[in-house]
């Protein structure tokens, strides 16, 4: 059986965020229903760099710990019709990624530089 090096730290608020948080699109996807994206279709549009798996996967992740909601309009349609939003958990963090999103751009010059070196 696996067991992991480093052990997990509940005490952690970093840890705590990095588990909700970690993985590559999921503030972008936050930032995209924020912007009225509620479709998954249309959510997978706006990120055209990530694969609608990814993205199929990350909106689960979100759901699971309670920073979206799904809502499906009609059971018996097909293809089924869903939708997602903030929740307030989820929405308490969009000062943060408004913070992220603006250190980002003030050392987008910088970021770009050390990207094209890669």
Not at 72 to 97: A, V
Request: net charge negative; with cysteine; glycine share 6%.
């Amino acid at each position: 059986m696996y067991t992991r090096k480093i052990a997990d730290d509940p005490d952690c608020g970093l840890y705590l965020a990095m588990r909700v948080l970690g993985g590559k699109w999921k503030c972008c996807i936050l930032d995209a229903i924020r912007r009225g994206m509620t479709r998954p279709s249309e959510i997978t549009r706006s990120i055209s760099e990530a694969s609608p798996r990814v993205i199929e996967m990350q909106l689960a992740e979100l759901l699971y710990f309670g920073m979206i909601e799904k809502s499906q309009d009609n059971e018996t349609e097909y293809p089924k019709r869903s939708e997602y939003r903030l929740t307030p958990l989820g929405e308490s963090l969009l000062p943060i990624l408004a913070q992220i999103d603006a250190w980002g751009l003030a050392h987008q010059a910088e970021i770009q530089e050390r990207l094209a070196e890669i």
